[in-house]
């Protein structure tokens, strides 16, 4: 059977992104200060972030044009394909047709870039010099360390110390774009060293990543912090990845009835869906949407909609979010990028709102659906990726069970090429499922600032 994809030509990158604030039903609840739990202005962000970001952090314009500088680095792997995965549905002997949306074309591998090289052109636009971030499995500091490479911007990059260990591959990629990666928790900040006194073989988390990188950030003028995901902006830049399926879709002469995507943070699963969601909201047409997180980590489905820190030193703004609590550290799953404790307010927002659903999976069922796809469709799915194909398959399976053809729409976030000690273990027979940690979940929720009262 023929493969099918679909391609734009380059003049069809979007010009604009699309910000899903301009169609919500109800305004995003306000982001508060972490100390005098006060609203916060755009001027309490501006040590952290320069203004044209933080101006697209709070903008409910829904359009915001993507400057060429941008556009001109895009074009080096966008538009990205979208294919119609005819084999795996007729290995499936579904009625569904199945598309997926491949955004592991990146020179990183995954969807970040989208996003690393809009943050890394409006740093240097206003002076920066040096970004710190964190990382979980390395996708995001490798995305920003080619970005920074890019525009000639020092990258700093503090790795949870799991990754750091899992995927020595990743950190050599960083380094070699140029970056400086630190194994975290780590002895160079107040915020590692306090973990370190208390849990030393702590094998770290993006919340406590975050914390170091925000406070070295904090301390200099000329270094700013980035973050790959959860913030209004980042969500905005990755909606060029739904704009192009949508256009791409039109292309095939389809419409999706169903949409999959993985949520860590909720980047990804934003940038294949809000167009789609924004389409509905306006009452232009409907569509189902599926979250898929990880069973370790399930901030939608067992996590409470409360105020809460970004992470665990709490230095960040509080926000009103999914979150398993801010000192939750996830089991050790392979798909790094998803352990984040809690999930985008503009992700969150919508979910309280029903706009659409979410489930958890567990690892093994997410790798033996990511072996399955490599053996049929021919592209290794990033371990976080192989979430939604899991999601995808549960989803054209049901339409077999149901005797209806519907078209599913996936996000294939990123490639798994630095993942392959992880496919090892999984045939190996050494991966395992985690069921999460009720009670420490529970603890960390005990934890919860005191504005929810
Ligand atoms: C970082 C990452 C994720 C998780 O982040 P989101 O913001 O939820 O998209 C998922 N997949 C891949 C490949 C990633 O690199």
Same mark, same amino acid.
């Given at each position: 059977? &023929?493969?099918?994809?679909?391609?734009?030509?380059?003049?069809?990158?979007?010009?604009?992104?699309?910000?899903?604030?301009?169609?919500?039903?109800?305004?995003?609840?306000?982001?508060?200060?972490?100390?005098?739990?006060?609203?916060?202005?755009?001027?309490?962000?501006?040590?952290?972030?320069?203004?044209?970001?933080?101006?697209?952090?709070?903008?409910?314009?829904?359009?915001?044009?993507?400057?060429?500088?941008?556009?001109?680095?895009?074009?080096?792997?966008?538009?990205?394909?979208?294919?119609?995965?005819?084999?795996? &549905?007729?290995?499936?002997?579904?009625?569904?047709?199945?598309?997926?949306?491949? &955004?592991?074309?990146?020179?990183?591998?995954?969807?970040?870039?989208?996003?690393?090289?809009?943050?890394?052109?409006?740093?240097?636009?206003?002076?920066?010099?040096?970004?710190?971030?964190?990382?979980?499995?390395?996708?995001?500091?490798?995305?920003?360390?080619?970005?920074?490479?890019?525009?000639?911007?020092?990258?700093?990059?503090?790795?949870?110390?799991?990754?750091?260990?899992?995927?020595?591959?990743?950190?050599?990629?960083?380094?070699?774009?140029?970056?400086?990666?630190?194994?975290?928790?780590?002895?160079?900040?107040?915020?590692?060293?306090?973990?370190?006194?208390?849990?030393?073989?702590?094998?770290?988390?993006?919340?406590?990543?975050?914390?170091?990188?925000?406070?070295?950030?904090?301390?200099?003028?000329?270094?700013?912090?980035?973050?790959?995901?959860?913030?209004?902006?980042?969500?905005?830049?990755?909606?060029?990845?739904?704009?192009?399926?949508?256009?791409?879709?039109?292309?095939?002469?389809?419409?999706?009835?169903?949409?999959?995507?993985?949520?860590?943070?909720?980047?990804?699963?934003?940038?294949?869906?809000?167009?789609?969601?924004?389409?509905?909201?306006?009452?232009?047409?409907?569509?189902?949407?599926?979250?898929?997180?990880?069973?370790?980590?399930?901030?939608?489905?067992?996590?409470?909609?409360?105020?809460?820190?970004?992470?665990?030193?709490?230095?960040?703004?509080?926000?009103?979010?999914?979150?398993?609590?801010?000192?939750?550290?996830?089991?050790?799953?392979?798909?790094?990028?998803?352990?984040?404790?809690?999930?985008?307010?503009?992700?969150?927002?919508?979910?309280?709102?029903?706009?659409?659903?979410?489930?958890?999976?567990?690892?093994?069922?997410?790798?033996?659906?990511?072996?399955?796809?490599?053996?049929? &469709?021919?592209?290794?799915?990033?371990?976080?990726?192989?979430?939604?194909?899991?999601?995808?398959?549960?989803?054209?399976?049901?339409?077999?069970?149901?005797?209806?053809?519907?078209?599913?729409?996936?996000?294939?976030?990123?490639?798994?090429?630095?993942?392959?000690?992880?496919?090892?273990?999984?045939?190996?027979?050494?991966?395992?499922?985690?069921?999460?940690?009720?009670?420490?979940?529970?603890?960390?929720?005990?934890?919860?600032?005191?504005?929810?009262?």
């Amino acid at each position: 059977m &023929e493969t099918v994809k679909f391609l734009l030509d380059e003049d069809r990158i979007p010009t604009h992104w699309y910000n899903i604030a301009a169609d919500l039903p109800s305004p995003l609840p306000t982001v508060l200060h972490p100390g005098t739990h006060q609203p916060i202005g755009p001027g309490d962000l501006a040590p952290l972030f320069p203004m044209a970001l933080i101006m697209q952090e709070v903008s409910t314009e829904r359009t915001i044009e993507i400057p060429d500088e941008v556009r001109d680095v895009y074009r080096q792997w966008r538009p990205t394909p979208l294919y119609r995965a005819r084999r795996l &549905e007729q290995a499936l002997d579904t009625p569904a047709k199945i598309y997926y949306k491949y &955004e592991g074309v990146s020179p990183a591998g995954s969807h970040k870039p989208n996003t690393a090289v809009a943050q890394a052109y409006y740093n240097k636009q206003e002076g920066i010099t040096r970004l710190t971030t964190e990382t979980g499995a390395g996708q995001w500091g490798s995305s920003l360390a080619f970005a920074g490479a890019l525009f000639g911007i020092e990258v700093q990059v503090y790795m949870v110390k799991v990754s750091y260990h899992q995927k020595p591959y990743r950190r050599a990629l960083m380094e070699t774009y140029g970056a400086r990666v630190v194994a975290s928790p780590s002895d160079e900040t107040h915020a590692g060293r306090q973990v370190l006194a208390e849990y030393p073989d702590s094998t770290g988390s993006l919340g406590i990543a975050i914390s170091e990188a925000v406070e070295i950030a904090a301390q200099r003028d000329d270094t700013k912090y980035a973050l790959g995901s959860v913030l209004n902006h980042v969500l905005l830049h990755q909606t060029v990845i739904g704009q192009e399926a949508l256009a791409q879709l039109e292309m095939a002469g389809d419409y999706p009835d169903i949409i999959v995507g993985c949520t860590g943070g909720g980047s990804n699963f934003s940038g294949i869906a809000f167009p789609f969601i924004g389409a509905k909201l306006r009452g232009e047409r409907d569509v189902r949407v599926v979250a898929v997180e990880p069973a370790a980590c399930p901030s939608l489905t067992k996590g409470r909609y409360v105020y809460d820190f970004g992470d665990t030193g709490h230095y960040t703004p509080l926000v009103k979010m999914h979150t398993l609590g801010s000192t939750f550290v996830p089991s050790g799953i392979h798909a790094g990028g998803l352990r984040y404790h809690g999930m985008a307010p503009l992700v969150s927002h919508l979910y309280n709102l029903g706009h659409f659903e979410a489930i958890a999976l567990q690892q093994l069922e997410t790798f033996a659906a990511g072996v399955e796809f490599a053996r049929i &469709e021919g592209i290794l799915p990033a371990p976080e990726a192989n979430h939604a194909v899991a999601g995808a398959i549960r989803e054209a399976l049901r339409c077999k069970e149901e005797g209806v053809g519907k078209t599913i729409l996936f996000n294939l976030c990123g490639h798994g090429h630095f993942d392959l000690q992880a496919y090892m273990d999984y045939q190996a027979g050494k991966l395992k499922d985690f069921e999460y940690a009720e009670e420490e979940v529970a603890m960390a929720l005990a934890g919860l600032p005191p504005v929810n009262g």
